[in-house]
């Protein structure tokens, strides 16, 4: 559990390697309309500890925003209310895909490395 009380799942896979799910899930779904109308027509779901019960209605929520781009708000709206293991839940990112503006080099911190105190 992180600072913001957000359950981080960490799992073993077969070789003791962890591996630390973030307690949100990661979606594209913001990007199916574009994806479709790019000819894109084959998508993977992956699931970690999704309630079973939750896992039909998940799947056909996805098969509905594909059939229909315009569902993609709806269905995103629904992500962020499914619950993990615990029973919480812990909402929807777009993660890794969220775009970011470089930030101007007087933002940053000087690394040790660099030798400079200050950046100005």
């Known amino acids: 559990r992180d600072s913001s009380g957000r359950d981080h799942l960490v799992l073993a896979d ?17 990007f199916v309309p574009r994806l479709v109308a790019a000819g894109l027509r084959h998508f993977r779901i992956e699931l970690v500890d ?37 029973g919480n839940a812990q909402g929807v990112t777009l993660g ?12 940053m911190k000087p690394t040790k490395a660099s030798g400079l105190n200050s950046l100005d």
């Open 14 to 30: 077969m070789g003791c390697r962890n591996t630390v799910f973030s307690a949100q899930a990661q979606s594209a779904l913001q």
């Open 50 to 86: 999704e309630p079973a019960d939750l896992v039909v209605p998940l799947v056909q929520a996805y098969a509905d925003a594909l059939a229909d781009p315009q569902q993609t708000r709806r269905v995103w709206n629904s992500l962020r209310n499914i619950p993990d293991a615990n």
């Open 96 to 107: 890794s895909l969220h775009t970011r503006n470089e930030r101007e080099r007087s933002q």
